[in-house]
T-cell receptor, first 109, second 114 residues
Framework: DAKTTQPPSMDCAEGRAANLPCNHS???????VYWYRQIHSQGPQYIIH???NNETNEMASLIITEDRKSSTLILPHATLRDTAVYYC??????????FGTGTSLTVIP | DAGVTQSPTHLIKTRGQQVTLRCSPK?????VSWYQQALGQGPQFIFQ???????QRGNFPDRFSGHQFPNYSSELNVNALLLGDSALYLC?????????????FGQGTRLTVV
């Protein structure tokens, strides 16, 4: 079973920031949070991951709460090409990923 | 640098047949994991290979088996195909000793069982 819960769907206006929440209340101290996205039956694409500090790369920012029980993926300026299913994952031992159902993000023109 | 490559991209098999899917990991990676993604669902973990041994296994029957070669590439074999085995099969590569780093996925093999 997935260790995370996400809203099933969200909309975002093009050009605005998309904020995707994730709850992982049972996360342990040494477990990372990973975000991937999947565009229409392509392979999942890595976005970002983090342990406790906020992280930023060219694609997105990851904000992890101080108690590490939840996180938010931020796409700063959403485009139509960001329409996808976004998965928040806390892996089991050995990097086994249980994907859950993810959040289907629709970017609206 | 090639990423994760999978072959073939599409495959049609008849119920009861056997199929072999192939995966070459990203350069520098030594661990391969396989996932099954049915239509409309998230990927489901099948198993993981490192040092030519199965290290982790998800809730899949013994009809699903695998192999890893010395060059780290991997095969997924499915015997006695069922209609329900129709899915996108994904391969992910990662580094065993750097488990905190990201895994990369291939584009998948679309298997249709008729």
């Amino acid at each position: 079973d997935a260790k995370t819960t996400q809203p099933p769907s969200m909309d975002c206006a093009e050009g605005r920031a998309a904020n995707l929440p994730c709850n992982h209340s049972t996360i342990s101290g040494n477990e990372y949070v990973y975000w991937y996205r999947q565009i229409h039956s392509q392979g999942p694409q890595y976005i970002i991951h983090g342990l406790k500090n906020n992280e930023t790369n060219e694609m997105a920012s990851l904000i992890i709460t101080e108690d590490r029980k939840s996180s938010t993926l931020i796409l700063p300026h959403a485009t139509l090409r960001d329409t996808a299913v976004y998965y928040c994952i806390v892996p089991y031992t050995g990097n086994q990923f249980y994907f859950g159902t993810g959040t289907s993000l629709t970017v609206i023109p | 640098d090639a990423g994760v490559t999978q072959s073939p991209t599409h495959l049609i098999k008849t119920r009861g047949q056997q199929v072999t899917l192939r995966c070459s990991p990203k350069s520098g990676h030594d661990t391969v994991s396989w996932y099954q993604q049915a239509l409309g669902q998230g990927p489901q973990f099948i198993f993981q290979y490192y040092e030519e041994e199965e290290r982790q296994r998800g809730n899949f029957p013994d009809r699903f088996s695998g192999h890893q070669f010395p060059n780290y590439s991997s095969e997924l074999n499915v015997n006695a195909l069922l209609l329900g085995d129709s899915a996108l099969y994904l391969c992910a590569s990662s580094s065993w000793d750097r488990a905190w780093t990201e895994a990369f996925f291939g584009q998948g093999t679309r298997l249709t069982v008729v």
